[in-house]
């Protein structure tokens, strides 16, 4: 009972780890309805910054705080440079955009910082924190609390005057133009503001497993996150997250000494596909009904 409690918990602090990936996606589309497959890159570059930083004799706060401030700069950037070109274009491009994005940034990175692992210290120490004979470890909890924080932040922000105009523009992209709101300039914000949930993302899991290019393939458990929990719905991240981390810990942890290892995938394709299947739009997601 104890090993299953284990694999719960741990499972669900992963899960919650998850959703911070997965949550620039949502902040995206739910602020500009542009569907975002580069946000694994994203995040690989963003850990990559900060450590790069930290090289440089910055210490790790402030490296995270400067990293921060460029990747939001970058996300004007991708606007200005490359989405604008965008508009009227059908989605489909826009996200054959994104996942070229994706595929650059995740060559294009390590190439410039080097493919070797780097460390990441947060100062978070490696001794598990142990509650009535569950092992927990101890960096997934401090990640899943801070990844709780920002999704709760995230929440608040798009109930001020600021996102909602954000859900406007992604609601009606021609009526938000007809009102004076820039479409342009909400697409860029949201873009920044995923550069910077991708910075907590990043880091977090850097200093869990190291910092290379594997960071980028966060985007799987980011995306059945994101399609169990609903695209446009930052409280589907959090269930989402902690619906895939738990079944993700769980299924193999006794699956895998049956079969030999390497289920974890293999269940979170099943989700994508079922959650597809059953519930399209997801748990929370919004289901858009058109007169044809």
């Known amino acids: 009972m104890a090993y299953f409690i284990e694999l719960l918990v741990n499972g669900a602090l992963v899960g919650l780890m998850y959703a911070l990936a997965a949550l620039g996606f949502v902040l995206i589309y739910k602020s500009a309805g542009v569907p975002n497959l580069a946000q694994g890159a994203l995040v690989m570059m963003a850990a990559y910054l900060v450590w790069y930083l930290g090289s440089l004799g910055l210490p790790i706060w402030i490296a995270i705080a400067v990293g921060a401030a460029l990747m939001f ?18 989605v489909i491009m826009v996200v054959m955009l994104t996942l070229g994005m994706e595929i650059l940034l995740r060559g294009l990175i390590p190439g410039v910082f080097g493919a070797a692992p780097k460390p990441l210290d947060l100062g978070i120490g490696l001794a598990p924190v142990i509650v009535a004979d569950v092992f927990m470890n101890r960096a997934y909890l401090i990640g ?19 996102g909602t105009k954000l859900r406007a523009v992604s609601d009606d992209h021609v009526a938000s133009w007809a009102v004076g709101l820039s479409v342009e ?4 914000l949201s873009w920044g503001i995923a550069g910077i949930a991708a910075v907590g993302a ?10 290379d290019w594997t960071l980028s393939t966060l985007l799987f458990p980011a995306i059945a996150v994101v ?9 589907g991240v959090l269930v989402g997250g902690l619906a895939v981390g738990i079944l993700g810990s769980v299924i193999p942890g006794y699956l895998d000494a049956m079969v030999g290892g390497s ?4 269940v979170t394709s099943v989700i994508i596909l079922l959650t597809i299947l059953v519930r399209p739009h997801g748990i929370f997601g919004r289901e858009d009904i058109e007169r044809i």
Not at 83 to 88: Q, T
Not at 144 to 162: D, H, K, P, Y
Not at 227 to 232: A, F, K, P
């Open 185 to 188: 300039r909400a697409i860029g």
């Open 263 to 266: 289920t974890r995938d293999v």
């Open 202 to 211: 990043g880091v977090l899991w850097g200093s869990v497993q190291g910092v």
């Open 73 to 90: 700069g970058f996300g004007l950037l991708v606007e200005r440079l490359l989405l604008r070109r965008m508009v009227g274009q059908p």
């Open 227 to 235: 399609i169990l929990g609903g695209v446009d719905s930052i409280k």
């Open 144 to 162: 899943g609390l801070v990844a709780v924080l920002l999704i709760a932040a995230s929440m608040l922000f798009f109930r001020t005057r600021l």
